[in-house]
């Protein structure tokens, strides 16, 4: 099978390492002892998720289905500085620390790993009975290991498996999503949705465009996005989300005199402003999660990588790509530009008129 999370490269390095690692650690693990599972001696779980706040979001049920389990525990979450006063704000979890793994930085600075060795050590006063990770990152492993948690649970992506007391081969074909929940599913933990409506479209809110991403090969060519704007901006309320990705946009939209809103604050004003608007337009980013994560119709828009391993859950979304296979010459192994580009506005305009017909019905 054809994965497409990680890059090929990165799994024979960490398969390499992997091995290396393996007779040091296998020898460590006989002085440690193993204790049975019982649920009811689980006081205090701990989640690692140092990646983005769209991946602190797709993890949200998983954590939902640990708090349904374990309801007398403690539930910790490990995040990025970025993350944290949204995971805080959303009450994911009873506790957000926030910690800026060097490996996620792509900080190779000695001092940067030791600090993170010393971090892990740190935790071990929180007297962790569960540690999770979602991830089947060797170095996410490597720091469970150092946190000397009662009980561990992870994926192995390429070795590892002696980092954890139970470990499960990664499934590359599961969303973000599914993944996580899979996981827990193993100690019992189970996600139950909860009865609200399908979706909502708010009569009287702003059809918003969020154009940014972190990676540009993700994002939708700023021509286009100035058509759309100009196309629908007649018949429809519309507001930008400024972001510095988003600034020359918006200034651009600024000289063309149109009665556009531009939203301007920090993540936690932006998750309550969204929930009052129509329909989220936004490249594959944490936008769109967080706006399916309130059960707002997103339309999510698409490149080259597979929709099915992180689209937003939840609700109504719309994802949107060329609808051709990828020939192109690109600079990534999984994204491309000239995918996003293939994009034809047109189509987006017609899928928020779909959007607002179906809700009239």
Same mark, same amino acid.
């Not at 930085?105 to 000695?110: A, I, K, Q, R, V």
């Not at 706006?291 to 929709?307: D, E, H, K, M």
């Not at 008129?353 to 019905?361: M, Q």
């Given at each position: 099978?054809?994965?497409?999370?990680?890059?090929?490269?990165?799994?024979?390095?960490?398969?390499?390492?992997?091995?290396?690692?393996?007779?040091?650690?296998?020898?460590?693990?006989?002085?440690?002892?193993?204790?049975?599972?019982?649920?009811?001696?689980?006081?205090?779980? $701990?989640?690692?998720?140092?990646?983005?706040?769209? &991946?602190?979001?797709?993890?949200?049920?998983?954590?939902?289905?640990?708090?349904?389990?374990?309801?007398?525990? @403690?539930?910790?979450?490990?995040?990025?500085?970025?993350?944290?006063?949204?995971?805080?704000?959303l009450n994911l979890v009873n506790e957000?620390?926030?910690?800026?793994?060097?490996?996620?930085?792509?900080?190779?600075?000695?001092?940067? +790993?030791?600090?993170? !060795?010393?971090?892990?050590?740190?935790?071990?006063?929180?007297?962790?009975?569960?540690?999770?990770?979602?991830?089947?990152?060797?170095?996410?492993? +490597?720091?469970? +290991? @150092?946190?000397?948690?009662?009980?561990?649970?992870?994926?192995?992506?390429? =070795?590892?498996? %002696? !980092? !954890?007391?139970?470990?499960?081969?990664?499934? /590359?074909?599961?969303?973000?999503?599914?993944?996580?929940?899979?996981?827990?599913? #193993?100690?019992?933990?189970? /996600?139950?949705?909860?009865? *609200?409506?399908?979706?909502?479209?708010?009569?009287?809110? %702003?059809?918003?465009?969020?154009?940014?991403?972190?990676?540009?090969?993700?994002?939708?060519?700023?021509?286009? +996005?100035?058509?759309?704007?100009?196309?629908?901006?007649?018949?429809? &309320?519309?507001?930008?989300?400024?972001?510095?990705?988003?600034?020359?946009?918006?200034?651009?939209? #600024?000289?063309?005199?149109?009665?556009?809103?531009?939203?301007? =604050?920090?993540?936690?004003q932006f998750s309550k402003w969204i929930?009052?608007?129509? *329909? $989220?337009?936004?490249?594959?980013?944490?936008?769109? @999660?967080?706006?399916?994560?309130?059960?707002?119709?997103?339309?999510? $828009? !698409? =490149?080259?990588?597979?929709?099915?391993?992180?689209?937003?859950?939840?609700?109504?979304?719309?994802?949107?790509?060329?609808?051709? #296979?990828?020939?192109?010459?690109?600079?990534?192994?999984?994204?491309?530009?000239?995918?996003?580009?293939?994009?034809?506005?047109?189509l987006v305009q017609n899928s928020v008129?779909? $959007?607002?017909? @179906?809700? #009239?019905?």
């Open positions: 099978m054809k994965q497409e999370i990680y890059k090929p490269i990165f799994l024979i390095f960490s398969g390499l390492v992997a091995l290396i690692l393996a007779p040091f650690y296998y020898l460590f693990n006989i002085f440690r002892k193993k204790k049975v599972f019982h649920e009811d001696r689980i006081k205090t779980v $701990l989640v690692t998720e140092y990646h983005r706040i769209g &991946d602190i979001l797709m993890i949200a049920p998983a954590l939902l289905a640990l708090k349904e389990r374990f309801k007398n525990a @403690h539930i910790l979450l490990i995040c990025s500085s970025v993350a944290g006063p949204l995971a805080r704000h957000v620390i926030v910690f800026d793994a060097p490996w996620t930085n792509w900080s190779f600075s000695p001092l940067k +790993w030791i600090d993170a !060795f010393s971090f892990a050590r740190s935790l071990r006063s929180k007297k962790i009975d569960l540690a999770i990770d979602f991830k089947g990152d060797i170095r996410n492993s +490597w720091f469970i +290991w @150092h946190l000397k948690s009662e009980h561990s649970l992870g994926y192995t992506t390429a =070795g590892g498996e %002696y !980092f !954890f007391s139970k470990s499960f081969e990664f499934p /590359f074909d599961m969303h973000q999503t599914k993944r996580a929940l899979h996981l827990v599913s #193993k100690i019992g933990a189970k /996600f139950i949705p909860n009865t *609200i409506k399908n979706f909502v479209i708010n009569n009287y809110g %702003y059809i918003v465009i969020h154009p940014g991403t972190v990676d540009h090969r993700r994002g939708w060519p700023i021509y286009h +996005w100035i058509t759309l704007i100009k196309s629908m901006s007649c018949n429809f &309320d519309l507001a930008i989300v400024r972001t510095k990705e988003s600034q020359d946009l918006v200034d651009f939209v #600024k000289t063309m005199d149109l009665q556009i809103y531009i939203f301007e =604050g920090n993540i936690v929930q009052k608007q129509r *329909i $989220l337009i936004a490249p594959d980013s944490m936008a769109g @999660h967080l706006a399916s994560y309130f059960r707002i119709p997103v339309i999510s $828009l !698409f =490149g080259s990588q597979n929709p099915e391993l992180t689209k937003p859950l939840g609700g109504t979304v719309v994802v949107l790509n060329s609808g051709t #296979k990828c020939f192109h010459k690109r600079d990534h192994w999984r994204l491309c530009s000239a995918c996003m580009d293939a994009l034809d506005p047109t008129v779909d $959007l607002l017909t @179906h809700k #009239k019905k």
